[in-house]
């Protein structure tokens, strides 16, 4: 054998070589990237599965300037809702229609100001109108879970009119405390049950159940599994070959 054919082998075997390590290391880092996703939605699961369980036994407490609240604090409130005086939260779909979200200020028996999210209504055909409701005038003794106020994404100005109930695009506490003329708490409270029959409660605690998070899990496990079968196929169609042309 000449020694141009045997440096061609030599060639043909470094190359074979080359490919078999870089077949291992890709093999190795995107199995290890894809375990690695299915363990962080099991993580998330857990986490959610204890969040849930952390709600069910939740007791209920009162709402006290002695009682410090903490986020998801399922609270006792009892007072007055500020009837001529309510907001209506803009751009909130519930099952592909779009509505509001009705935010009111509710006057507590320890006098202070606290909002409460009563659920979400459609908004009408005509977008220049804001729909009817009426707000309760009786006491009211709400259980709720405390909730931190989010800012949306704004697409334009949230320009608030002097008119009331006044249509908004985020719940800012400053602007509301300015228009309420009365501060008002950091927390948004959302009740357990319906306050207003013709409301719907659309607020969950976790978006996407433990269930969710384990059927990703297995997705990501299944494709792990599915990329090292694969590898080794390639691995041994490879190992033929060599085997078949010595």
Not at 77 to 103: A, C, K, M, P
Not at 131 to 155: E, R
Request: aromatic share 10%.
């Amino acid at each position: 054998m000449s020694n141009l054919q045997c440096g061609y082998i030599n060639s043909k075997d470094r190359q074979r070589n080359l490919f078999k390590w870089i077949l291992a290391l890709q093999a190795v880092l995107i199995c290890s990237l894809l375990l690695f996703l299915g363990n962080w939605q099991l993580q998330r699961a857990a986490e959610k599965e204890q969040l849930l369980l952390q709600f069910t036994q939740a007791e209920v407490k009162q709402n006290s300037s002695a009682t410090p609240i903490h986020l998801f604090d399922k609270v006792e409130l009892s007072g007055h809702l500020i009837t001529d005086h309510y907001f209506f939260l803009d751009n909130r779909t519930w099952q592909g229609q779009v509505g509001y979200e009705v935010i009111a200020a509710l006057k507590t028996n320890q006098a202070n100001i606290q909002l409460i999210s009563l659920g979400w209504l459609a908004a009408p055909s005509d977008r220049n109108r804001l729909p009817s409701l009426t707000l309760p005038n009786s006491a009211l003794n709400v259980i709720a879970y405390a909730d931190k106020p989010s800012k949306a994404l704004l697409l334009g100005d949230d320009t608030w009119t002097q008119s009331w109930p006044k249509r908004i695009q985020q719940l800012d506490l400053h602007k509301i405390s300015s228009a309420l003329k009365t501060p008002v708490s950091e927390w948004l409270f959302r009740p357990v049950s319906q306050v207003i029959p013709e409301l719907t409660l659309t607020w969950k605690p976790v978006v996407l159940p433990p269930q969710r998070h384990t059927g990703y899990a297995v997705q990501w496990y299944g494709l792990a599994t599915a990329w090292l079968i694969c590898s080794a196929i390639l691995a041994r169609k490879m190992f033929i070959n060599k085997e078949s042309s010595v």
